[in-house]
């Protein structure tokens, strides 16, 4: 199911639920509404009708002991208005509701319409007026008279008996039958419109997002990284867009980079191959043929010359092993170290290794970085100038405030080769005929900017090369 679908149907559904809360609520709102102004209705009748200001109902039937000037006795109990007993017959009586007069014993003294039930909740209430006195309880009630519901209320009378008046409650019920079906007609369209305005706005914001995905499908497909992806917005699928546009880019120049790393690896490993294969070849062929000597010192020039070579593989097949560990690198741990006894170890290190001296100027300086790291960094940068560093000539090493120069009294590196040393296999072309991968500055470059420094090539006062980096003191 796509995004569009799922958008819509929950925005239908939250559509329907709200409108079937809100009508719930109303519902009973009405209801309650409803009732409360059928239960004043019925007190309201039942006061005129004893009060005289309306008709009470006629008697259905005498009572059986009882004359007619008793039943008026009865009459003026209810209609007892100061005097206005005489002007019931002339009030009128409305239709809208049955009113029966009961006598305290529960008989039915006269009624307007249908019988109402005089229960013994009703009998009970009778009884309970001549025992409070003065007060005149009343009750509601629901009942059923053939077949129709009613709403009764049950009054009692100051001189005995009660009177209750009914009203059915059948339009009540069309009206709350009717609001259920307008609720519920309701509820359906606002969810129908909700699902329709959510597929619009699931389409509207999803359209960028389908763009990206045929995007992602075509550089799939293609391995072409240099699809152009449109940032025109500044929201959240804005941001995705550029992220996804600077992934794009990341991975055109990783690919690129690994393609010149191919390139230049290559490059580098066919010259000490080839010197090496054309040792072997003549060496070969110098043991083939048995009329062609060999002296021992033409033998002992060609297998230094293969041992060189050898070296030469080796040692550009350790710095490429280095060279592929950024990843590794950038998990490596971080704590504060003193720059100074870094440099100290590698200086000891490679005075031990060569018959050169070394001149050291260190002041303590606290980094953050990994010691291992930076000690290589530091090994690599007096590998470089001791190749180029004439024999015999010192080495000087001064570190101060994070800083790390090895100077040299080599020929230098010329202003136009200065900002590509420390790139990937790249030599000048005045030291293309001397040993070395190009890959030592290049570890170089990597490890200081793992570490948030930087790094740098100038002339030294010496007329050689001044090579180091800087990290940020803690």
């Not at 909740?121 to 309880?137: D, F, H, N, Y």
């Not at 009203?167 to 519920?184: G, P, W, Y």
């Not at 090895?406 to 030599?427: H, I, L, N, Q």
């Amino acid at each position: 199911m796509s995004l569009r679908s799922r958008l819509a149907i929950l925005f239908g559904l939250l559509a329907l639920v709200v409108s079937a809360i809100v009508g719930a609520a109303s519902y009973q709102a009405t209801r309650s509404e409803i009732s409360e102004s059928t239960d004043r209705f019925l007190e309201r009748r039942s006061v005129e009708v004893t009060q005289g200001i309306r008709q009470q109902p006629g008697s259905p039937h005498p009572r059986p002991g009882r004359d007619d000037n008793n039943n008026d006795d009865n009459n003026d109990d209810v209609g007892q208005a100061g005097g206005a007993g005489a002007q019931l017959a002339q009030l009128p009586f409305d239709p809208d509701a049955v009113v029966q007069v009961i006598d305290k014993d529960g008989v039915v003294l006269s009624s307007s319409g249908a019988e109402l039930p005089i229960t013994d909740a009703v009998k009970q209430l009778i009884g309970e007026r001549r025992r409070l006195g003065e007060s005149t309880p009343d009750r509601y009630d629901d009942v059923v008279i053939d077949g129709t519901s009613y709403r009764m209320y049950t009054r009692a009378l100051p001189r005995g008996g009660a009177i209750q008046v009914a009203r059915s409650t059948t339009e009540n019920d069309a009206v709350l039958s009717v609001l259920v079906s307008r609720i519920a007609i309701i509820g359906l369209i606002a969810a129908v419109l909700a699902a329709l305005a959510g597929w619009w706005i699931a389409r509207r914001t999803t359209r960028p997002l389908r763009h990206l995905a045929d995007v992602a499908a075509t550089v799939a497909d293609t391995r072409d990284f240099s699809v152009d992806v449109p940032v025109g917005r500044q929201d959240e699928i804005g941001q995705l867009a550029r992220s996804f546009r600077e992934m794009l880019t990341a991975l055109e120049t990783s690919r690129e980079q690994q393609h010149r790393l191919v390139l230049d690896a290559g490059h580098e490993l066919r010259t000490p191959l080839t010197s090496l294969r054309a040792n072997v070849e003549m060496l070969h062929r110098i043991d083939s043929r048995p009329d062609v000597p060999l002296t021992p010192e033409d033998r002992r020039e060609l297998l230094l010359a293969i041992n060189s070579e050898v070296v030469e593989l080796s040692n550009l097949f350790t710095e490429l092993m280095e060279l592929a560990t950024d990843s590794h690198d950038a998990d490596a741990p971080m704590a504060p170290v003193d720059l100074a006894e870094v440099v100290s170890r590698s200086v000891e290190r490679w005075q031990r290794r060569i018959d050169r001296e070394i001149s050291l100027t260190a002041e303590s300086a606290m980094v953050s970085g990994n010691e291992a790291m930076i000690e290589r960094a530091v090994t690599n940068l007096l590998g470089n100038a001791h190749k180029f560093s004439p024999p015999g000539e010192p080495i000087d090493v001064v570190v101060r405030a994070g800083f790390v120069s090895v100077r040299d009294r080599g020929p230098g590196v010329p202003v136009a080769d200065r900002e590509r040393v420390f790139d990937r296999f790249y030599r000048a072309d005045a030291t293309r005929t001397l040993p070395g991968s190009g890959l030592g500055l290049a570890i170089v470059a990597q490890i200081v900017a793992r570490h948030g420094g930087e790094t740098w090539v100038t002339e030294s006062e010496h007329g050689g090369a001044d090579v180091g980096f800087r990290l940020p003191t803690v």
